[in-house]
């Protein structure tokens, strides 16, 4: 196909819906990126994003519409046919091999090799050269190992990968999540420029302000449907987020920090503090994080992915060590070595990803909720299994736990059970303070009541929690106060009196503060 007949877009989406069973996730979507545009694609968890690229990828065809990559129907669903067609896709998780070189992951799968079986190195730089000039790689770049890289080194392979595969278009799910400012601003140089030579981008976000930095045009998804498309030098931030918001985009307050916001008025302090931070900082992450929270209180941090919003749990479960600052408990100096001696005294995380951080999957319910607590049932070389067992069936009975027995393998209860065995865990080693992160994720709506209405009951108890969460009304639902980080700072800090406790203050408060173009809409 020569230039002149090439589509004018690179990317067509058109009157898309997807349905799962009786569940339509996306209705009549038309979505389209022209050659050389950089197009923002926004929207809240569950509004579609995912699902929307994953038909552009080929990983399962539309229930209604049609794909087309550069003029082209994509007929076969199946992502080497949307490859084949020119479309690349960087993930959210990094997909790099840290033990290859740069070289190695660009070509992992589709290796040159001669009639010997040996690798022809020469041909694949040679192959490579006009792509990684543009992008700025050097060949001492391909040829070092990835666990040698900085992470924007890492991003930058990770494109060049993808538009070896697909130089049509190029789709980025949260590539800024893991970089520093200078690093997003070499990015953003780098996307600019591939843009330039005719390349279509998606970029997935949730920074808004990585929107009206780099993109040329946004849409937004809300509840499976384009609630706004336009340049976005038509669109405002209070715009965009009244569009993400539907009914709730009056609650968006144009004049910024007010009607309740704390700013830069140091520390928050709470009554009786249980827990205090006081200045603590950690490479690269954290700056300046001080605030203070009290027996019986739920303590939520919002802020969107690379915030630090993790990292803080870390922190104070002993994981990872700050470079500075103090953290006093109950009034006395707290500095947990490991998650160990944390739990010893009384702190318990509750992590993000159950399945590999917070489960033995292929252990019985009661090996699972004994682990942290072995020490109790010891008695000097054997373990006093009645003992288990009673404690065993005591927090099944409590938390509700559905499973033939306490024998049952974990890997065999559902997400919304198997959680409830981490949380089972928690207290089983009687904590004064929980850690959670991301509590619900991956569960079903039941479930999720379930164990927000157990939480609740951990907090009325005497407890305290501080709950990370990018569901923001989970955030609001569960939380006496949130405070936002941003950049590893606390920006902003607003309880159930403020006017700006609703999902529009937050996502307001969780933008990295930037110059905004652009009229109404």
Same mark, same amino acid.
């Given at each position: 196909?020569?230039?002149?007949?090439?589509s004018?877009?690179?990317?067509?989406?058109?009157?898309?819906?997807?349905r *799962?069973?009786s569940n339509?996730?996306l209705?009549?979507v038309?979505?389209s990126v022209?050659?050389?545009?950089i197009?923002g694609?926004?929207?809240?968890?569950?509004?579609g994003?995912?699902?929307?690229?994953?038909?552009a990828? @080929?990983?399962y065809?539309?229930t209604e519409?049609?794909?087309?990559i550069? @003029?082209?129907?994509?007929?076969a669903?199946?992502?080497?046919?949307?490859?084949?067609l020119g479309l690349?896709?960087?993930?959210?998780e990094?997909s790099l091999i840290?033990?290859?070189?740069g070289l190695?992951?660009l070509?992992?799968?589709a290796?040159?090799?001669s009639?010997?079986g040996?690798l022809r190195?020469?041909?694949e730089v040679?192959?490579?050269h006009?792509?990684?000039?543009?992008l700025g790689i050097?060949?001492?770049?391909?040829?070092?190992k990835?666990?040698?890289?900085?992470?924007?080194?890492?991003?930058?392979?990770e #494109?060049a990968k993808?538009?070896?595969?697909?130089?049509?278009?190029l789709?980025?799910?949260e &590539?800024?999540?893991p970089?520093g400012r200078h690093?997003?601003?070499t990015l953003?140089?780098?996307l600019?420029s591939?843009?330039?030579?005719g390349?279509?981008i998606?970029l997935?976000t949730?920074?808004?302000?990585?929107?009206f930095a780099v993109?040329?045009e946004v849409?937004?998804?809300?509840?499976?449907? #384009?609630a706004?498309?336009?340049?976005?030098g038509a669109?405002s931030?209070?715009?965009?987020?009244?569009?993400?918001?539907?009914?709730?985009?009056?609650?968006v307050?144009?004049?910024?920090?007010?009607g309740?916001?704390?700013?830069?008025?140091g520390p928050?302090?709470a009554?009786?503090?249980g827990?205090?931070?006081r200045r603590?900082?950690?490479?690269n992450?954290?700056?300046?994080v001080?605030?203070a929270l009290s027996?019986?209180?739920?303590?939520?941090?919002?802020?969107l992915a690379g915030?630090?919003?993790s990292?803080l749990?870390?922190v104070?479960?002993?994981?990872l060590?700050?470079?500075a600052g103090?953290?006093?408990?109950?009034g006395? &100096?707290y500095?947990p070595?490991a998650p160990v001696t944390?739990i010893?005294?009384g702190?318990y995380?509750?992590?993000?990803?159950?399945?590999?951080?917070g489960?033995i999957?292929?252990k &019985?319910?009661?090996?699972?909720v004994?682990?942290?607590?072995?020490?109790?049932?010891?008695?000097r070389v *054997?373990l006093?299994?009645s003992?288990?067992r009673?404690l065993t069936?005591?927090m099944m009975?409590r938390l509700?736990?559905r499973?033939?027995?306490?024998a049952?393998?974990?890997?065999?209860?559902s997400?919304g059970n198997?959680?409830?065995?981490?949380?089972?865990?928690?207290?089983?080693?009687q &904590?004064?303070l929980l850690?959670l992160d991301?509590?619900? *994720?991956?569960?079903?709506?039941?479930?999720a009541?379930?164990?927000?209405?157990?939480?609740?009951a951990?907090?009325?108890s005497g407890?305290?929690l501080l709950?990370?969460?990018?569901d923001?009304q989970e955030? #609001?639902?569960?939380s006496?106060?949130i405070i936002?980080?941003v950049?590893?700072?606390i920006?902003?800090e607003v309880d159930?009196?403020?006017?700006? *406790?609703?999902e529009?203050?937050?996502l307001r408060?969780?933008?990295?503060?930037?110059?905004e173009?652009?009229?109404q809409?």
């Amino acid at each position: 196909m020569n230039e002149t007949s090439r589509s004018a877009f690179a990317l067509e989406l058109a009157h898309v819906s997807m349905r *799962f069973g009786s569940n339509w996730v996306l209705k009549d979507v038309d979505f389209s990126v022209e050659r050389g545009m950089i197009s923002g694609l926004v929207g809240h968890n569950g509004a579609g994003k995912s699902t929307l690229m994953k038909l552009a990828l @080929g990983v399962y065809p539309p229930t209604e519409g049609y794909v087309r990559i550069d @003029g082209t129907s994509l007929t076969a669903a199946r992502p080497s046919a949307a490859r084949e067609l020119g479309l690349g896709m960087v993930m959210q998780e990094r997909s790099l091999i840290r033990t290859l070189t740069g070289l190695d992951n660009l070509y992992l799968g589709a290796e040159r090799v001669s009639r010997l079986g040996l690798l022809r190195r020469r041909a694949e730089v040679a192959s490579v050269h006009e792509l990684c000039e543009r992008l700025g790689i050097s060949n001492s770049l391909l040829r070092r190992k990835v666990a040698d890289m900085s992470a924007i080194e890492q991003e930058m392979i990770e #494109i060049a990968k993808a538009m070896r595969q697909g130089h049509t278009v190029l789709i980025l799910d949260e &590539p800024t999540a893991p970089l520093g400012r200078h690093e997003i601003d070499t990015l953003f140089r780098m996307l600019r420029s591939v843009a330039a030579h005719g390349t279509g981008i998606v970029l997935i976000t949730h920074h808004l302000t990585e929107v009206f930095a780099v993109c040329d045009e946004v849409s937004c998804l809300r509840e499976g449907s #384009i609630a706004l498309s336009a340049p976005t030098g038509a669109v405002s931030m209070d715009g965009l987020i009244g569009a993400m918001l539907g009914s709730q985009s009056a609650a968006v307050k144009a004049t910024g920090n007010g009607g309740g916001l704390k700013g830069d008025g140091g520390p928050p302090r709470a009554a009786n503090a249980g827990l205090e931070l006081r200045r603590i900082c950690t490479a690269n992450k954290l700056s300046d994080v001080s605030f203070a929270l009290s027996p019986g209180e739920i303590l939520g941090i919002a802020g969107l992915a690379g915030s630090g919003r993790s990292t803080l749990l870390r922190v104070v479960f002993g994981e990872l060590r700050p470079q500075a600052g103090e953290m006093l408990l109950n009034g006395q &100096p707290y500095r947990p070595r490991a998650p160990v001696t944390a739990i010893a005294d009384g702190a318990y995380l509750i992590p993000e990803d159950r399945r590999r951080d917070g489960l033995i999957l292929s252990k &019985p319910i009661i090996e699972n909720v004994a682990l942290s607590i072995l020490k109790q049932f010891a008695r000097r070389v *054997f373990l006093r299994i009645s003992r288990a067992r009673s404690l065993t069936r005591e927090m099944m009975e409590r938390l509700d736990i559905r499973a033939q027995n306490y024998a049952q393998v974990v890997d065999e209860l559902s997400g919304g059970n198997q959680q409830k065995v981490v949380l089972a865990k928690a207290l089983a080693s009687q &904590p004064q303070l929980l850690l959670l992160d991301e509590p619900t *994720f991956g569960v079903d709506v039941g479930a999720a009541k379930e164990l927000l209405r157990y939480l609740r009951a951990e907090a009325r108890s005497g407890k305290m929690l501080l709950l990370v969460s990018s569901d923001l009304q989970e955030l #609001i639902d569960l939380s006496d106060r949130i405070i936002v980080l941003v950049g590893g700072k606390i920006t902003t800090e607003v309880d159930r009196r403020s006017a700006d *406790f609703n999902e529009a203050g937050l996502l307001r408060a969780m933008q990295p503060k930037s110059s905004e173009a652009g009229s109404q809409i």
